[in-house]
């Protein structure tokens, strides 16, 4: 079982910085990949970025590139989320989640979650 605990989140003004973290407790969270998906008020969970087991494989969506860095320390057993140039409509609540496979950007493909950090952005 893989417990997924994000943090980082907080209130930003727009063009700021803000670095998520997402610590989990399962011995084997070196074995799966994990992605970044974010919930804005009102709208369906969206994607953001993945990175894969050994953390030499990402993806983003479109509105990350650029912007945001995915990273991850196995050793810490930790993945990140660097999230530059934060514009307002990047307010959401990010959560990390754990897929046995990379390659993924659907909720239902990935089989744990967390609870999920605010972003606020502010203009």
């Known amino acids: 079982q893989v417990q997924l605990v994000e943090s980082g989140g907080g209130l930003v003004q727009a063009g700021g910085s803000l670095r998520l973290s997402c610590a989990t407790s399962?011995?084997?969270?070196?074995?799966?990949?994990v992605g970044w998906f974010r919930q804005a008020p009102g709208k369906v969970r969206e994607f953001v970025a993945r990175?894969?087991?050994?953390?030499?494989?990402?993806y983003y969506t479109d509105s990350a590139k650029g912007r945001f860095t995915i990273s991850r320390d196995n050793a810490k057993n930790t993945v990140y989320l660097q999230m530059n140039s934060l514009k307002p409509e990047d307010t959401a609540v990010y959560y990390c989640?754990?897929?046995?496979?990379?390659?993924?950007?659907?909720?239902?493909?990935?089989?744990?979650w967390g609870q999920g950090t605010q972003v606020t952005v502010s203009s």
């Open positions: 989640a754990g897929a046995q496979y990379y390659g993924y950007t659907s909720t239902s493909e990935y089989q744990y």
């Open positions: 990175i894969n087991r050994l953390g030499n494989m990402k």
């Open positions: 399962g011995r084997t969270f070196s074995t799966y990949a």
